[in-house]
T-cell receptor, first 112, second 111 residues
């Protein structure tokens, strides 16, 4: 079936280090969305990428959509303790109407 | 602005008891509404979605059901809870173009 995978599952970094999570889909995506869920909280929408090869930045966060629209990445430069949480990608499958499939998430811990 | 309300925040229910979780949206009309479940430390599983009053699509066969009696109200129900129904239930509204806004969720523990 249609799947969205994310690696790594967990990442522990020292404050100030960079962090990257990768998202891969088994099928071509119409778009990819990224969400952040703080511990004990609910997912919060961060950004959406639509175009092949698209790159978007939000302060220290850089989001990329692959040329084939089957993979994406989120890179955080110089992590801070406020970055702690689980980052989910969610892909809109071309074969499905109005449905996104969430990846399992990457849990980020930042050691001060 | 649009807001989404979900309650209760926490619920402990015995096995075999019924369930009713409610979600309401303000500030928008005819929203697409969704119920997701998140097991501890896991990703989000889509349970139901609705594009209008009385229109429910089920993604996963289970003993849960959903209803949309009003435009901005979405209800998740069960007649008899199972232990495996424990989890974090999230209501969301939105669409494929602009992303999803999630409610604060209900942590359900079936004992």
């Amino acid at each position: 079936g249609q799947q969205v995978m994310q690696i790594p599952q967990y990442q522990h970094v020292q404050e100030g280090e960079d962090f990257t999570t990768y998202c891969n889909s088994s099928t071509t995506l119409s778009n990819i969305q990224w969400y952040k869920q703080r511990p004990g909280g609910h997912p919060v929408f961060l950004i959406q990428l639509v175009k092949s090869g698209e790159v978007k930045k939000q302060k220290r966060l850089t989001f990329q959509f692959g040329e084939a629209k089957k993979n994406s990445s989120l890179h955080i430069t110089a992590t801070q303790t406020t970055d702690v949480g689980t980052y989910f990608c969610a892909g809109l499958m071309k074969t499905s109407y109005d449905k996104v499939i969430f990846g399992p998430g990457t849990s980020l811990s930042v050691i001060p | 602005s649009q807001t989404i309300h979900q309650w209760p925040a926490t619920l402990v229910q015995p096995v075999g008891s019924p369930l009713s979780l409610e979600c309401t949206v303000e500030g928008t009309s005819n929203p697409n509404l969704y119920w997701y479940r998140q097991a501890a430390g896991r990703g989000l599983q889509l349970l139901f979605y609705s594009v209008g009053i009385g229109q429910i699509s089920s993604e996963v066969p289970q003993n849960l059901s959903a209803s949309r009696p009003q435009d901005r109200q979405f209800i998740l129900s069960s007649k008899k809870l199972l232990l495996s129904d424990s989890g974090f239930y999230l209501c969301a509204w939105g669409d494929r173009y602009y992303g999803y806004t999630f409610g604060s969720g209900t942590r359900l523990t079936v004992v």
